[in-house]
């Protein structure tokens, strides 16, 4: 399944799509471009010595919530644009006491932002007409996530490419000026870094593994062994990485307990995320560029919301409902539709 986006129609010779993670080696020499320019018209932002290109941008391709966004000439990959989401409030499962530090650090109200990290196309392919198809490319998709900003820093010799912008809705917000200041090598550096509770040294499991923490304390999560729990990228029956339309590692959505505010651990003493959730032909959903997971179903014990479970202990999730053809249905912004198994209420003495 593809990502969600408004279609967009070529220009002869210029096309436009989505990137994946097997493009990265072809968008690493457009990214030093990018990188050599914006040194060139910053002397603050200066490029690290043999930095590894690749591997920053096989990094991007992989985040959950990052996007590239290519431009192509004669089947060649002449430009790029990176985009990523984030949003500024915190997420439920955060420690009250941190949603508190979060309330007290930002007198803003939150946005849900699509943040544009850079465009980039080569000199020769610097036209209006394929500039605007990657930057339409980008906002169209950026309108799917329900973005409610779009954040994107311009260089101040970039008259046309601002030009474009205002014509497409932007407001010119701000003006950033900087000013570099060389520090000598043997300088006795006062630290700039915050103070912050030291981490656990954790030995990784594999490169993606994933150290959890407790949604209420942030300390690490162990098992009943005193061993820490990783958060790992899913994997087929073969043992091959699960990847979604973007090219990206899936990982599991974790089953929250709300009678403890922490994540479910089964009777094997493992954590329990919910199944994903597959179509009629077996292909995984996603919505938005997100891929789709079973939801867990829930009852009230004593008055209180409880995970449900069957008669053998296992974790029940709600079903997907059908249509007559067996296709998943699915809510005006394209989320499929869960059936609610009939609550039940239950006390105990």
Same mark, same amino acid.
């Given at each position: 399944m593809t990502v969600a986006a408004m279609p967009i129609a070529p220009i002869a010779p210029y096309s436009h799509r989505l990137a994946t993670a097997e493009d990265a080696r072809a968008i690493a020499p457009l990214w030093q471009a990018f990188a050599a320019e914006r040194e060139s018209i910053d002397p603050s932002m200066l490029v690290k010595p043999n930095f590894d290109f690749e591997k920053y941008v096989t990094n991007q391709l992989e985040k959950p919530l990052s996007f590239c966004w290519l431009l192509e000439h004669s089947d060649s990959i002449i430009g790029c644009l990176f985009i990523y989401y984030y949003d500024e409030a915190p997420p439920a499962s955060l420690p009250e006491y941190l949603i508190q530090q979060h309330n007290i650090e930002n007198p803003f109200q939150s946005r849900r932002v699509g943040s544009v990290l850079g465009m980039y196309v080569q000199p020769e392919h610097r036209k209006s007409e394929a500039i605007q198809m990657l930057a339409k490319a980008a906002i169209a998709?950026?309108?799917?996530?329900?973005?409610?900003?779009?954040?994107?820093?311009?260089?101040?010799?970039?008259?046309?490419?601002?030009?474009?912008?205002? &014509?497409?809705?932007?407001?010119?917000?701000?003006?950033?000026?900087? &000013?570099?200041?060389?520090?000598?090598?043997d300088a006795e550096l006062p630290s700039l870094h915050p103070p912050h509770p030291e981490l656990d040294d954790v030995e990784l499991l594999a490169p993606r593994a994933i150290p959890l923490r407790h949604p209420q304390t942030n300390e690490l999560l162990r098992n009943s062994q005193g061993e820490p729990v990783f958060f790992m990228p899913l994997v087929d029956e073969q043992g091959e990485l699960l990847k979604s339309s973007s090219g990206q590692n899936i990982y599991p959505e974790l089953l929250l307990d709300p009678a403890t505010n922490s994540w479910a651990i089964d009777a094997e003493d493992k954590l329990v995320s919910c199944p994903i959730l597959r179509d009629e032909h077996g292909q995984i959903v996603e919505n938005q560029g997100m891929v789709q997971f079973y939801r867990p179903a829930y009852q009230i014990v004593d008055g209180e919301p409880a995970l449900? &479970?069957?008669?053998?202990?296992?974790?029940?999730?709600?079903?997907?409902?059908?249509? &007559?053809?067996?296709k998943i249905l699915k809510t005006p912004d394209g989320f499929p539709i869960f059936k609610q198994p009939q609550i039940q209420i239950r006390t105990y003495a």
């Amino acid at each position: 399944m593809t990502v969600a986006a408004m279609p967009i129609a070529p220009i002869a010779p210029y096309s436009h799509r989505l990137a994946t993670a097997e493009d990265a080696r072809a968008i690493a020499p457009l990214w030093q471009a990018f990188a050599a320019e914006r040194e060139s018209i910053d002397p603050s932002m200066l490029v690290k010595p043999n930095f590894d290109f690749e591997k920053y941008v096989t990094n991007q391709l992989e985040k959950p919530l990052s996007f590239c966004w290519l431009l192509e000439h004669s089947d060649s990959i002449i430009g790029c644009l990176f985009i990523y989401y984030y949003d500024e409030a915190p997420p439920a499962s955060l420690p009250e006491y941190l949603i508190q530090q979060h309330n007290i650090e930002n007198p803003f109200q939150s946005r849900r932002v699509g943040s544009v990290l850079g465009m980039y196309v080569q000199p020769e392919h610097r036209k209006s007409e394929a500039i605007q198809m990657l930057a339409k490319a980008a906002i169209a998709h950026a309108k799917t996530m329900k973005v409610s900003d779009i954040d994107l820093l311009i260089a101040a010799d970039q008259p046309g490419i601002q030009a474009m912008l205002q &014509r497409a809705g932007f407001t010119k917000s701000a003006v950033q000026y900087t &000013r570099h200041y060389d520090i000598a090598t043997d300088a006795e550096l006062p630290s700039l870094h915050p103070p912050h509770p030291e981490l656990d040294d954790v030995e990784l499991l594999a490169p993606r593994a994933i150290p959890l923490r407790h949604p209420q304390t942030n300390e690490l999560l162990r098992n009943s062994q005193g061993e820490p729990v990783f958060f790992m990228p899913l994997v087929d029956e073969q043992g091959e990485l699960l990847k979604s339309s973007s090219g990206q590692n899936i990982y599991p959505e974790l089953l929250l307990d709300p009678a403890t505010n922490s994540w479910a651990i089964d009777a094997e003493d493992k954590l329990v995320s919910c199944p994903i959730l597959r179509d009629e032909h077996g292909q995984i959903v996603e919505n938005q560029g997100m891929v789709q997971f079973y939801r867990p179903a829930y009852q009230i014990v004593d008055g209180e919301p409880a995970l449900m &479970r069957d008669a053998s202990d296992n974790y029940v999730f709600c079903d997907v409902e059908l249509d &007559r053809q067996g296709k998943i249905l699915k809510t005006p912004d394209g989320f499929p539709i869960f059936k609610q198994p009939q609550i039940q209420i239950r006390t105990y003495a």
